[in-house]
Structures are given as C-alpha cells and as structure tokens.
C-alpha cells in the first residue's frame, strides 16, 4: 500500500518535477542514479526549510545588534547630559554662595556703620539736652537777678529819696547797683555762648539726620541686595533638599530618627554651624529679620550636610561598571517575585559597591550563585549574584565604586547578567528608585 501511494504522489509530482537521471561514469563504465519526483520534493524541501532558517537567525542577529548599539547610544547621551547638568547646578551653586558671602559682608560692614552713627547721634542729642537744661538754668537764674535788680533799684530809690543827706547809704546803694550790672553783664555773655552753642548742636544733628537718612536708603537697598540672595540660596537649598527627601519617603526611612543618627555620629571639622547673632551698642544681643533668615537658611544648609551624610551610606551608586543594559526590572514576572534588577554585559564586565559597607557573605549560594552581600548603615543590605569572580571576602570594608567582582552567569542564569537586590529589615526594595536618586545626589 506505501509503494501505491507513492507511486501516485510521484505521479502528481511529475508534471512540474519529471524523473531525472544522473550519469556517473567510471573506468569500469557508467551508472546512474534515478532521482524521482518525491525524491526531488524532498530535497528541494529541505533546501527551503534550510534557507529560511538562515534568513530567521541572521535576522535575530542583526536586529540584537541593533538594539546594542542603540542602548550603548542613549546611555553615552544620557551620561553627558547627566555630567552636564551636574557641573551646571555645581558652578551655580558655587556662585551663589560667594554672592551670600560677598552679600553678608557688606551688611555686616551696612551695620557696624550704622552703628557708629547711631552713637555719634545719641552722643549729639544727649550734649543737646545738656545744653538746653544749661539754658534753662541760666534764663531762670537771669530771671531771678534782674528781679533781685529791680528790687535793689526800688530800695536804692526809696533809700535816696528818704536819705539824700546820708553819704553812706548812697555809697552802698551805689556798690549794690554796680555789682547787680556786673552779675546781669556775665549772665548775658553766659546767655549768647550756650545759645551759640545750642545752635551749632542743631546744625550737627541735621546733619546726623541726613546721614542717617542716606544710611537708611544704602541699608533699604542692600536689603533688597540680601532679599535677592536670600530668595535664590533658599531656592538653591529645597533644590537641594528635595531629591534627599524623595529617596528617604520612598524608601520609608523616618527624616527625624536618620538625622538625629547622623547628627550623634558627626565629627566633621569645626563642629555645628552656629547661629548668626548682631551686637547693639549696649552688648546685648538682639537678632533682626534678615539675622534669623540667615540663621533659618544656616539650619536648612546644616540639614542639607546631615542629608548628604546621610546619602553617603545609602546605596545609590550604580552596581555595573561599563557598558550594560537593563534586562528584567522589579516586581511580579511568570507568576513570581523578582526581588532585584537585572543589568547584562559581557562576561567578567565589573562589578562595583552602591555604597561603603562590610561584606557579610562572599560565596556560592543555591539559584544565586557565586554571591555577595554587603551590609550597609541604617539596616541597608545589597545582594550582588551570578557573578563569575569575587575580589572581596567576609569581613572586609569596602567603600562606594569598589571593585568586588566580575558579571557572569553561575547559579539559576539563562545568560551573563547581574541580580541586583536591595533589602532592608529583610525586605525587598525596589533599586531603581535608590539609583535614579543617586543621579540627581551624586
């Protein structure tokens, strides 16, 4: 029954495949071989399936070398873009502290003028109401002896028309006459200086007044000034501050308990910022608006070092050095957990610290691999498998961008990647979100 059934397939076939013969010929003679339609439909099938089978891998091969090249580009961009943004906020950053510096400086310098002129003006109203007190004294006391005068005139008078005969009481009346003039002549040179001299206290106050007016627009002006630098240093430090926050509030980390950690372990050079505080004329100490605002703006930038310290012992490095792509992200894939990220490069591509920490495993583990693990500040852990090399060992403190190993694909691998975890208390965290924050701190 087979050979019936092939006998009428190969005579289906031979209108468009006719039987071909092929001649061999030899010294003994020649032979030939029957190639018959079926047989022909079957090589030439072969031939085909062969044929587009090549065409399908070289097609994978070319669209992966595509893709390769495409993500080398972007990430080259990406790079420079992020290194020059970086640079920018740095030099504007540089130029606003010199302008708070320059800005300080001349209000510090506003105020001790200020000051002194404040002084020569109290010094001028307190010799004015000297002279005035001295003023009244002597209007009172020329008040009373040109009384006293008068009064020894009428005497002198009634004693003249009652004693014209007495040589004695005109003699005596004469004296008392004379020295009442003498006493009423010094009283009004006395009189004319101090009136003099209240005159030219009256010119130096103006004059004070003037100064002090013209001290007031410099000091309106250079509040403007510092208003300005205010506003834009403020601005420059929530700048700051914001992608700090974002990491802390994403990764459920508590503000006010990491900062009062930083704080019991800060030893930096001299110690905490202290408080800007202005001195009056009499010593004590008595803060204006913009001194609190500058003390206010000194905490946020005390906040902004805490945070930075803070960040330092957080993972937000990236793990790969080199050239990579990113091949499985975080969460739920086929029905599963997938705890970490995962980066492909080639074989032996580096493998660097998130951040400084101690290396609590280095070795093989089931379905990881050849593994690390490193323990961070804060409870922060950082798991680092499928490598083919490790350059650390237990034990061993390594800071951030340390080389510990190389990218390979031991353990539960479909190929050369990196399972990169972060984890916390034990629990997985998300590591995207702690490297795109290390971009916009680092």
């Known amino acids: 029954m087979k050979q019936r059934l092939s006998d009428r397939l190969n005579a289906r ?83 606003r502290a010199i302008e708070a510096e320059q800005a300080l400086n001349r209000f510090y310098t506003a105020l001790d003028e200020v000051s002194k002129m404040q002084e020569e003006l ?46 004695e009481a005109a003699a005596r009346a004469e004296r008392l006459a004379a020295d009442a003039a003498a006493t009423a002549e010094a009283l009004t040179e006395a009189l004319d200086a101090t009136a003099l001299e209240r005159d030219e206290a009256v010119v130096v106050a103006e004059g004070a007044d ?22 834009r240093l403020e601005t420059a430090v929530e700048t700051s501050l914001d992608p ?24 930096g050079q001299g110690g905490p ?34 945070y930075r310290l803070a960040a330092e012992s957080l993972p937000l490095g990236h793990p790969v050095r080199g050239t990579h792509r990113r091949t499985s992200g975080f969460g739920p894939r086929w029905g599963r957990m997938h705890s970490g990220l995962d980066f492909a490069a080639s074989r032996g591509t580096p493998i660097v610290a998130a951040a400084e920490g101690e290396v609590t495993f280095a070795g093989w583990q089931s379905g990881y691999g050849k593994l690390i693990k490193i323990q961070h500040p804060l409870g922060f852990e950082t798991r680092y498998a ?5 350059k650390v060992r237990v034990g061993q403190r390594v800071s951030r961008g340390a080389h510990i190993g190389g990218m390979g694909t031991t353990g539960r691998s479909t190929g050369v ?22 971009q916009d701190v680092f």
């Open 13 to 95: 076939l031979e209108k468009h495949l006719p039987e071909q013969r092929l001649f061999l010929k030899s010294d003994d003679g020649t032979r030939f071989v029957r190639m018959r339609p079926l047989t022909q439909a079957g090589i030439l099938t072969g031939c085909a399936l062969l044929l587009g089978w090549t065409v399908v891998v070289t097609s994978f091969f070319l669209l992966g070398s595509i893709n390769s090249g495409s993500s080398r580009d972007y990430a080259a961009r990406a790079t420079f873009a992020y290194e020059t943004r970086l640079a920018a906020l740095a030099a504007e950053r540089d130029s």
């Open 417 to 438: 990647h990196l399972h990169y975890e972060i984890r916390r208390g034990g629990q997985a965290l998300n590591p995207v979100t702690f490297i795109n924050a290390g």
């Open 210 to 231: 003037a100064v002090i007016d013209r001290m007031e627009a410099n000091a309106a002006l250079v509040a403007e000034r510092n208003e300005r630098i205010f506003q």
């Open 273 to 306: 910022l202290e408080e800007v505080v202005v001195s009056t004329r009499g010593g004590t100490s008595v803060p204006d608006l913009d001194t609190e605002r500058a003390n206010r703006l000194l905490d946020k930038m005390e906040e902004v070092d805490l």
């Open 122 to 167: 109290l010094t001028s109203e307190q010799r004015v109401r000297e002279l005035e007190t001295g003023v009244e004294v002597i209007q009172r006391t020329l008040s009373r002896t040109v009384a006293e005068r008068n009064a020894a005139r009428a005497e002198v008078e009634v004693a003249l028309s009652r004693l014209e005969n007495a040589p």
């Open 386 to 390: 499928h490598l083919s090399s490790i």
């Open 244 to 267: 700090l926050r974002k990491v802390f509030d994403q990764a459920g980390i508590s503000t006010d308990a990491l900062l009062d950690q930083v704080r019991r372990g800060y030893s």
